[in-house]
Each structure stands twice: as structure tokens, then as C-alpha cells.
């Protein structure tokens, strides 16, 4: 047997250490010896080291050409790096030329799957398990993908089939369990996840999600005890103290309050300190100096890092990270200015976290010149594949919203860091340099509130390309009086909006209000919101509930109301660009936070500034002035969009010439 052969052997009984040491003998007397550097390959990866692996894989290429197998590591060494956009390509070089392994097809999938490209990932999951049926790994993946996609039942029934090849595998009992859970079936998720865990005691995420269904099925007890047991498996699990706050909620505790408990027995949880912060915003009894004070006890947690270098004189290299590469606000505001940059001055790397890729995914992908799917990684690994890449300008585009990766930031990875999209504040972390505002979401005055520079650089902080499916303005609705709505997301709706709206339907006894979300589904959070006006002295029947739909349809539904009266403390962003674009007014009051003040700007540059009132009682004048006139409300719906898409809110060349311009500034 030569001493190859023995390396192999000696790798699959489990004899790691000889077979790197046998291994790397035969490549120190034979130095292209193609099978040996792959091997030696595979071993570092499995060893959790995929630079090196990447390294032996491309030795192994040059000494014995692209053979398939060795495509496969290289490929597999890029995908662990985060470098998806890469192994996609080495990838399907694999698999062209050997079309039917399964492995190699499993592998490919990976990569689809992480690139964006969700059909073809579930496509060729599919051949995998047409070519090995047995694959329990493909199953498996192709169920995550289902269940991420939205089709928790087709997840199911994937999952069960996987179970009947491998009975004792307890991450598919788990998954199984997400799956059954998020299709409603609670008595079979919980003995899905009872399951998992006879099969595998010490499985802390199974304890923690089962604790999640009891407490849905009315067991906080048994709940609190899963919690617990999970906590005490796992103590840096996170979803497991979140659970466990929550229990506390007896209706007298909202979401911060939950997430301060949480903290309250375990300070040092940043991804909760984040969601704590996002809940603020809509907290109107949150002053501006308690936001700042909170996001500075963020910052806190993390050392200072040494700033870097920029490298040579070279077309400016720019990364973004984002958890919203996906049907998202940053779909109508980020990727249009992404796509208009001069490819010649600027290289595009993003930086995918997004944890339910779709079909938008790939408009991302598309748009960038690297693409890296870095959901995987660890923070250090994450600051260390950006530092690598050699990014010049590092964007955060998530804030604290869910699937941000703030913590890397704070490794300073970048020359520069800048803070701009999504999140509706500062980060709080000292090592990002300057943060992308304008004069009314950021006045100078509030400059005190950040621990960035701020830079306004344009009228208004993003801008807004329409989807060429945007139906045509419909008339407006025939009802005998005045219509009015809000098409924001649920989390807005609270007193604060409750009471604004109350005001205004007081003054007009005849107006009627459709509230119009996809989570409106949900018969308690109608029956909540009811509630709220009721207390409001707004009876029911003057409300209407509206679940969404497909986003064409969506923008559609704007024509059942005649204007759109803004949310408070937290103002419509994305929903006053589409009010707009649709031919409905939006009415808003200015707030005192940069979430405040969204309709506001929008409305300002985007061609209706009348529609920004000073105070509640200038919001009830505008809204009556609105009521009072049939006509002129109709003329503004026929006039509304033109005006909306003349603006300079809509002018993405403008706007992406003003943003670059601000990113070399910085």
C-alpha cells in the first residue's frame, strides 16, 4: 500500500492526526501529487482552517488540472469563507463535468442556495435525491429552504420522508419540529421536539423551542423549565432567555420590558441589547437623550479597535452588509443606488446575513461584484474575510435590526465605516466613522445624539425607484365620504398612532379607516387594534381590515382609501413612497427622532409637502380641508404620482452621484 493509499485510510478510520502528518510527507517528496494535496485539503477544512483548505485545493488544480473532486473542495473551501459568489462558479465546473454525483450536486445546491439562486438550489437538491435517495443532508436542506420560502407544509412532508431513511437523526426531528410549528401544528411540533431530544439530550435549541410551544399552548410552567434546561445547555443561547422573558408577560410588560429582563440575568447578550434598542423607537415614552444613552451602554460592550489602512491606489472597493438582501425596503432604496454606481471606480462586495434569501436575492447578487454569504461565520471570522478582501468603505446597512452584524463592526475591519439604510439611528459604536442623514431625518442639532460624523449629502437620506408592476392610479373611492388608512407594518400601531387617528375621526364623523397589513391575518391583532380605538372612543364599525397580498396587489389596495394618515412615534418609510406613487396623500406630524420624520422627508422632496402638519390639531385641519373638498382630492390623486416620480426623491442618478461623492468624502 503506498503511503497515499495509507493516508486515506488512516483519514477515514478517524486517524486525523497521521493522516495529515502521512500526507504532508508525500508532499514534501512529491510536490504535485494532485490526490495528496487534496487530501491534505479536505483535512483543513474539516479541521475548520477553509483558507488553508483553499490553498491545497489550488495547488492540487495546477499540479493535475480541474478534476472534479478537487473543484468539489476548492468550492467547499470558498463557500465556508463566505465567498458563495465564487464557489457557485468552481461548483458548477464540478458538476458539469461529472452530472450525476450526488455529492457534488448536494454541494452546488449549497451554493445556489447561499447565492440567492432558490430555484435552482431546490432544483438540485431534488436530483440529489433522485440520484441517492438516502441523502439525508439533502432533505434536510431542501426542507430549510422550504420552510424559508414560506412552504412549511411541502417542509413537512420533505422532512417526514427524510425521517423514514434515517429514524435516529435528531437534527431532523428538530427541524422537522420548526417546520410543524410554523405551520400551526403545535401538537406535532412538540413531539417532534421531544423527539429530538430523546434522541439527543443535550440538543439545547430543541429544549428552547419546545419551550416556545408549550408557552403558545398555555404550559408556562413546563415552558419556563424547557427555557431553563435549554439555558443551562447552553448559556450564550439567546432565544432561550428571549423565551424565558416573555413568559413574565402578563399584559402589563411590553417588548422592552421583556428584553430588559432578559438582560437582567444576562448583561452581556448584544444581539438583545440590539432588539432592545429597535423596540425604543417605538416607544414614545423614550426620549431622545434615553436612545442615546441606550446605544452608548451598546457601544460600551465592545473595546476600541485600532483604525486601518487604506491599501494601494486602486478602483475604491466598497462592502456593505445587510440582513435585508431580500423583498425589503432596501429593494426600493439601496439596490437601485448599488446598481448605479461607475463599476470602473467602485468594486461591490455585499455581505449577505439575510436568513431567508428569495427570488430578490439574486437582483443583489447581480448587483454586486462579490458576493459573500457570511450568515455562518463568526464575528472574527466575518471582520477577517472583509479585512482580507481589502474593503475600503464598510457599510452597515441593518443598524440594530434583526440579522445585523454590528459586532464586526466593531473589530474595524474597514479603513471606514459608514452607517447608512435600514436602522433609523446611530449604531453607538465608536469605530463607525460618519452616518449618511439628511437636514430633516438628522437636523444639526441633533448631531449631539450621534456617536458618528454625521454627513448630509442629499434632500433626502434615500431614494426611490417604482417596480415596473405598479398598477396604474385607480380613482378614488366611491363611498360619500372620506376614507382614510395605514398600510404600515403592525408594530407601528400602537396608542400613540391610535390617539392621532382618533383625533382626526372625531372631527369627521362620517370617515372610515382601513388598517392594511399581511400580519392583519392574525384575528388577535385586529382584535387588539380594535381595542385602541375603541378606548379611543372610535367604534368599531368604522374600521376595516385588510391582509395584503402580493405586492402588486398590495399597491393595488391603495384604491379603497383617500389619503393615508401617518404612524407615531415610528413614521411610514417605504408606505409613504407607495402612497404616493399610488396617488394618495399622506398626513403626518413631524416627530423628534430621525424614525419620526421619514413621511415627513419624503413628503417634503417628494412632491406633497402640504401634507406635513405642525401638530395634532394642524394634522385634524388638513385632514378635514381633505374631506370637505371631493374634487380637489380627486384632482390631487390624478396629479400625485406624476409629481412623486419628478421629485427628487425618485431621481436615483442624482442621488447616486450625491452618494458616491459623500463616500470618497468620507
Not at 477515514?12 to 502521512?22: E, K, S
Not at 483543513?44 to 489550488?58: N, S, T, W, Y
Not at 426620549?287 to 473595546?303: N, T, V
Request: one cysteine or more.
Amino acid at each position: 500500500m503506498s503511503d497515499l493509499a495509507r493516508a486515506i485510510a488512516l483519514y477515514q478510520a478517524g486517524n486525523r492526526d497521521a493522516a495529515v502528518t502521512l500526507a504532508t510527507q508525500v508532499v514534501a517528496t512529491t510536490p504535485r501529487n494532485a490526490d495528496a494535496l487534496n487530501l491534505l485539503a479536505v483535512l483543513a477544512l474539516d479541521d475548520g482552517d477553509p483558507v488553508a483548505a483553499e490553498g491545497f485545493a489550488r495547488r492540487a488544480i495546477v499540479a493535475g488540472g480541474e478534476a472534479p473532486f478537487v473543484l468539489n473542495t476548492l468550492g467547499n473551501s470558498l463557500l465556508a469563507q463566505g465567498r458563495s459568489s465564487e464557489a457557485l462558479d468552481v461548483l458548477t465546473r464540478a458538476q458539469v463535468a461529472a452530472p450525476d454525483e450526488p455529492d457534488l450536486i448536494f454541494n452546488l445546491a449549497n451554493a445556489q442556495q447561499k447565492a440567492g439562486e432558490i430555484e435552482a438550489a431546490a432544483a438540485s437538491y431534488q436530483r440529489c435525491i433522485a440520484l441517492k435517495p438516502g441523502h439525508v443532508a439533502a432533505y434536510n436542506n431542501l426542507a430549510v429552504l422550504m420552510k424559508a420560502q414560506g412552504d412549511v407544509e411541502g417542509a413537512a412532508t420533505v422532512l417526514i420522508e427524510a425521517v423514514a431513511h434515517a429514524p435516529k437523526s435528531a437534527e431532523l426531528r428538530f427541524n422537522l419540529g420548526n417546520a410543524l410549528h410554523a405551520a400551526g401544528r403545535l401538537d406535532a411540533a412538540e413531539a417532534a421536539f421531544r423527539r429530538t431530544i430523546d434522541l439527543r439530550p443535550s440538543h439545547a435549541e430543541a429544549h428552547a423551542n419546545l419551550g416556545v410551544v408549550l408557552s403558545e399552548t398555555g404550559r408556562k410552567g413546563e415552558a419556563e423549565a424547557a427555557f431553563r434546561r435549554a439555558i443551562a445547555l447552553n448559556p450564550d443561547l439567546v432565544p432561550a432567555y428571549v423565551g424565558l422573558a416573555d413568559l413574565v408577560d402578563d399584559g402589563s410588560m411590553d417588548a422592552a420590558a421583556h428584553r430588559r429582563a432578559v438582560l437582567d440575568i444576562k448583561p452581556d447578550l448584544a444581539a438583545i441589547r440590539s432588539s432592545l434598542l429597535m423596540c425604543l423607537h417605538y416607544t414614545p415614552e423614550t426620549s431622545r437623550e434615553d436612545l442615546f444613552r441606550e446605544h452608548l451602554a451598546y457601544g460600551a460592550m465592545f473595546p476600541d479597535a485600532a483604525p486601518r489602512t487604506r491599501a494601494a491606489a486602486r478602483p475604491l472597493r466598497l462592502g456593505v452588509v445587510s440582513g435585508d438582501f431580500r423583498f425589503h425596503a432596501m429593494l426600493f432604496f439601496a439596490l437601485p443606488v448599488f446598481e448605479a454606481r461607475d463599476r470602473a471606480a467602485w468594486h461591490l462586495t455585499c455581505y449577505s446575513t439575510t436568513a431567508k434569501p428569495d427570488a430578490h436575492t439574486a437582483s443583489f447578487r447581480a448587483a454586486a461584484d462579490a458576493w459573500r454569504d457570511v450568515r455562518a461565520l463568526s464575528t472574527v471570522q466575518l471582520a477577517e474575510l472583509i479585512a482580507r478582501d481589502e474593503i475600503d468603505i464598510l457599510i452597515d446597512l441593518s443598524g440594530h435590526a434583526p440579522h445585523n452584524r454590528l459586532p464586526a463592526f466593531a473589530l474595524r475591519p474597514a479603513p471606514k465605516q459608514v452607517a447608512w439604510g435600514d436602522y433609523v439611528d446611530t449604531r453607538g459604536l465608536k469605530t463607525i466613522d460618519a452616518l449618511l442623514g439628511d437636514a430633516i431625518h438628522t437636523p444639526p442639532q441633533d448631531d449631539r445624539y450621534y456617536t458618528e460624523r454625521v454627513v448630509r449629502f442629499a434632500p433626502d437620506y434615500i431614494c426611490y425607484r417604482a417596480p415596473d408592476y405598479a398598477p396604474p392610479v385607480a380613482p378614488a373611492p366611491n363611498t360619500g365620504g372620506i376614507t382614510f388608512g395605514c398600510f404600515s407594518e403592525v408594530t407601528k400601531i400602537g396608542p400613540a398612532s391610535v390617539a392621532l387617528w382618533a383625533a382626526v375621526l372625531k372631527a369627521i364623523p362620517d370617515a372610515r379607516f382601513v388598517l392594511n397589513n399581511h400580519m392583519l391575518a392574525d384575528d388577535a391583532r385586529q382584535a387588539r387594534i380594535t381595542r385602541l380605538f375603541v378606548d379611543a372612543g372610535i367604534g368599531s364599525e368604522r374600521l376595516m381590515f385588510r391582509t395584503g397580498g402580493p405586492h402588486e396587489l398590495f399597491l393595488a389596495q391603495y384604491a379603497e382609501v383617500d389619503a393615508i394618515l401617518d404612524t407615531t412615534p415610528y413614521s411610514g418609510g417605504l408606505t409613504t413612497c407607495e402612497a404616493l406613487l399610488m396617488g394618495v396623500p399622506v398626513l403626518t406630524v413631524t416627530g423628534n427622532r430621525f424614525c419620526g420624520r421619514h413621511a415627513t422627508a419624503h413628503l417634503t422632496h417628494g412632491g406633497y409637502p402640504e401634507g406635513v402638519a405642525v401638530d395634532v390639531d394642524d394634522l385634524v385641519a388638513k385632514a378635514k380641508a381633505l374631506a370637505a373638498d371631493q374634487t380637489a382630492r380627486a384632482a390631487l390623486r390624478a396629479d400625485l404620482r406624476q409629481r412623486f416620480l419628478a421629485s427628487t426623491v425618485c431621481d436615483v442618478a442624482g442621488f447616486a452621484q450625491a452618494f458616491y461623492t459623500a463616500l470618497k468624502a468620507v
